[in-house]
């Protein structure tokens, strides 16, 4: 098969590199950059299977009719051209010339992101890294530069949960994809902390960090084992020797100097100490402070930290999500962002109100993106991941041309005929939609599932409705719960 390349002048260096792995020939169209080629300004002798233009360009007939060579969109960007062309005979035959290549390469994108994460968890590679001062070992888990950021996820106020409580919590956070589950203790009370980690170890959930001011409580957390211990200021600092344990030291628990300058002297300053008393793995954390309560001049703080020194950092990214009334999707992205420049290790968040919902989750796949984009130096785009639940990349929407005159304007009615065959009443619990049926004002029947279309259908299997009205209102209500479920809002049936 013989396919030829166009490009501009200033990506034709990395093009032809691209090209030669493969045996595709490369046109350089004389400008600059290939969107702006015209297809007059081509002059191709040879024959060609077909010719692959950047995806950005909308005329690829354009092209096809001037050089006779068959021409279809390539990708959009250059660093997808390498996948594309290594997967050229599984999707030559749904090359378009309206849809760039990267979209029907969605997949195999996807597959080599994931894949580039999954070389992080082999021996070889975690042995090779772990070579370094910047990267540690939390129990098993490999933390550090070399990774990807790790999410910490806080069970808070652990020792008022029964076990059931604590297991549910800790497997939820677990599946939204945390590699380590906190227990934070805001009460001394020994015993709970070893029955805790206990009942972790014995559900094979780890690796367990503690998050309390107790000092007794730290001691029974270092009696069971513990993985990482958070936080210790000078005060606690004094209390402890020669501990083996990962542990996060912080500038201090109560008044953290707003200056850069002053908060890192005081947490080097701990550090220092720390390291006298035979504390062997530090991460250190300058504390991340809440929007409009010093957040600029803490991030400078890390940042700094991490040109000077290679400890381990840990970011609290919580302190601004639970702090600000806005969506956390998008803010956990950009914190990850800025946890990623400033070369932070872990980054911990409780997921404590409602709002919050879903921020380990978010946190676990900006992760996974911004060491992709870190690694591969480009912006945290077009990765095969991605934290777009709302709002879409690319807007589709299908047009309706035909000419009908006869419009009628949409209008509500008010009155409502009850179904012969019963009514409905719709709830969300947790994970699911619960559709209960009543006749004569008595449940007859309760239908569980995930989303709207399995409840219709089977509501229509069991033939329990029988009004047009009632069954395209029950769609819109159903509708609406999957909604309130998947992006965890409210639902009161309407």
Same mark, same amino acid.
């Not at 090209?19 to 490369?26: H, S, T």
């Not at 021996?123 to 939390?138: D, G, P, Q």
């Given at each position: 098969m013989k396919i030829l390349l166009l490009t501009g002048k200033l990506?034709?260096?990395?093009?032809?590199? &691209?090209?030669?792995? +493969?045996?595709?020939? #490369?046109?350089?169209?004389? $400008?600059?950059?290939?969107?702006f080629a015209k297809p007059e300004m081509l002059k191709i002798k040879e024959s060609y299977d077909f010719m692959l233009i950047p995806g950005e360009m909308k005329n690829s007939e354009d092209f096809e009719k001037k050089t006779g060579i068959k021409t279809y969109l390539g990708t959009k960007n250059l660093e997808e051209l390498e996948l594309l062309l290594k997967n050229i005979d599984k999707i030559k035959d749904k090359l378009s010339k309206s849809m760039p290549a990267c979209e029907l390469l969605k997949h195999e994108?996807?597959?080599?992101?994931?894949?580039?994460?999954?070389?992080?968890?082999?021996?070889?590679?975690?042995?090779?890294?772990?070579?370094?001062?910047?990267?540690?070992?939390?129990?098993?888990?490999? &933390?550090?530069?070399? +990774?990807?950021?790790? #999410?910490?996820?806080?069970? $808070?106020?652990?020792?008022?949960?029964?076990n059931e409580e604590i297991l549910k919590k800790a497997r939820y956070f677990k599946s939204s994809g945390a590699d380590i589950i906190d227990l934070g203790f805001g009460k001394e009370n020994t015993e709970r902390v070893r029955e805790a980690i206990e009942l972790l170890r014995k559900h094979d959930i780890s690796p367990i960090s503690i998050d309390t001011n107790e000092i007794e409580n730290i001691r029974a957390a270092i009696e069971a084992k513990i993985d990482l211990i958070l936080s210790f200021d000078r005060e606690m600092l004094e209390e402890f020797r020669n501990i083996e344990i990962p542990s996060v030291i912080v500038p201090s628990m109560k008044n953290v100097p707003k200056n850069p300058g002053e908060r890192l002297a005081l947490l080097e300053e701990n550090i220092n100490y720390a390291k006298k008393r035979g504390f062997s793995k530090i991460v250190a954390d300058p504390i991340l402070n809440p929007l409009n309560h010093g957040l600029v001049e803490s991030i400078i703080a890390y940042k700094k930290f991490s040109e000077k020194y290679t400890l381990p950092l840990l970011m609290g990214v919580g302190n601004v999500t639970?702090?600000?009334?806005?969506?956390s999707i998008g803010v956990n992205a950009l914190l990850c962002g800025i946890a990623s420049e400033c070369n932070v290790g872990i980054v911990f968040t409780p997921e404590h109100s409602d709002k919050a919902k879903g921020s380990v989750r978010e946190l676990s796949l900006a992760s996974k993106m911004m060491f992709l984009s870190k690694k591969r130096n480009s912006p945290p785009k077009d990765l095969g991941i991605d934290l777009l639940l709302l709002k879409e990349k690319r807007i589709k929407r299908e047009k309706f041309d035909a000419k009908i005159k006869n419009i009628i304007k949409a209008k509500r009615k008010h009155d409502y005929t009850p179904d012969t065959k019963g009514y409905f009443k719709i709830f969300v619990e947790d994970e699911k939609i619960v559709c209960v049926h009543f006749k004569n004002n008595k449940p007859t029947i309760i239908i569980e599932g995930t989303n709207a279309k399995e409840i219709c259908d089977t509501i229509i299997t069991l033939d329990l409705i029988s009004s047009t009205e009632h069954a395209m209102y029950l769609g819109r209500e159903l509708q609406r719960a999957e909604f309130a479920m998947r992006y965890g809002k409210s639902y009161i049936q309407d």
């Open positions: 990506a034709s260096k990395r093009v032809k590199e &691209i090209a030669e792995k +493969f045996n595709c020939d #490369v046109y350089v169209a004389p $400008v600059d950059v290939a969107l994108i996807k597959k080599k992101a994931m894949a580039e994460i999954e070389k992080t968890k082999s021996e070889e590679y975690i042995r090779e890294k772990l070579r370094y001062e910047w990267n540690i070992l939390v129990g098993e888990l490999p &933390i550090g530069r070399d +990774f990807p950021i790790r #999410v910490l996820a806080e069970i $808070v106020g652990a020792e008022k949960l029964s639970e702090l600000l009334d806005a969506d």
